[in-house]
């Protein structure tokens, strides 16, 4: 039996760690190829930005209804809404200035439900000025007694009343959804994202600076979280196609106010 030299048994003993290293490099490099992002989803991520924000604008609008949260600036005052909505109406809340108040709308009409503090604080600096410039100083006194009657009460907007076209917008479905789903400027993808545990893909107008709409992956491509331009409010929008109860008040929660309403 002939001897195995030293140095031969060393050159094999490198070229089996060679061969070794080489085998687990193969192996390791297969592992870290990359995933496909868009696998096993709705396959929108595939498409280009601007037919994403097509499809996401139809799946929208093809469903009866549903709900968004966050807050909106507009004329500069800031507005934070959780409403649901459906083609024929809406209801929830709205809080502007610190005050909060009750908004529902059906078919054509609208109705405001808030506190005393709401209805005196809108009519109140207005009517004290006016008492004050006629020299009655009981106008605070009227104030708070017609305040009193309006609480917790579904007041009904009159549709000639400047409170009418200003919270009209946010019940109406078709045209808040229109007014806020679109994004400025040059559209563009912008990665893959996760909403409240749902895949999703963003796009961006000009870079972000034009918008930035979360878009799903999972199921129909309904939007779920929108940036608007300008620093101009977050949106988010869930229940798509969840039904929910919308009807008038009884008469007896309900007050027609007749006339122009306290500013509020």
């Known amino acids: 039996m002939t001897p195995i030299s030293q140095g031969r048994s060393r ?11 080489l085998v687990t490099g193969m192996t390791l490099t297969g592992c870290s190829e990359e995933v496909d992002p868009n696998e096993g989803t709705n396959g929108v991520g595939r498409l280009t930005a601007d037919e994403i924000q097509k499809r996401t604008l139809t799946a929208a609008t093809s469903v009866e209804t549903v709900r968004l949260h ?9 507005y934070k809404l959780d409403m649901r909505l459906k083609p024929e109406g809406g209801i929830g809340s709205v809080t502007a200035g610190g005050q909060t108040f009750r908004l529902l709308k059906v078919d054509d009409e609208l109705f405001l439900k808030a506190d005393a503090d709401f209805w005196a604080n809108g009519k109140g ?17 009227s ?23 200003k919270f009209i917008g946010f019940a109406d479905k078709d045209v808040l959804l229109g007014a806020l789903l679109t994004l400025h400027g040059k559209l563009a993808t912008d990665g893959h994202h996760e909403q409240g545990g749902v895949r999703c893909i963003r796009i961006a107008g000009d870079q972000g600076s034009g918008g930035t709409l979360d878009v799903s992956l999972e199921g129909k491509p309904y939007p779920l979280r929108l940036v608007r331009a300008g620093k101009a409010g977050t949106l988010t929008f869930s229940a798509w196609g969840s039904d929910f109860a919308l009807e008038k008040p009884a008469e007896s929660e309900t007050l027609d106010y007749g006339a122009q309403l306290p500013a509020s």
């Open 11 to 21: 050159t094999a003993a490198l070229a089996r760690a060679v061969c070794v290293l």
């Open 70 to 78: 966050g807050s909106v600036v507009t004329s500069g005052s800031t």
């Open 125 to 141: 600096d207005k009517g004290a000025t006016e008492g004050e410039a006629a020299g009655d100083e009981g106008g605070g006194t």
């Open 143 to 165: 104030d708070t007694a017609a305040a009193g009657k309006l609480a917790e009460k579904y007041v009904k907007v009159p549709e000639d009343d400047p409170s009418y076209k």
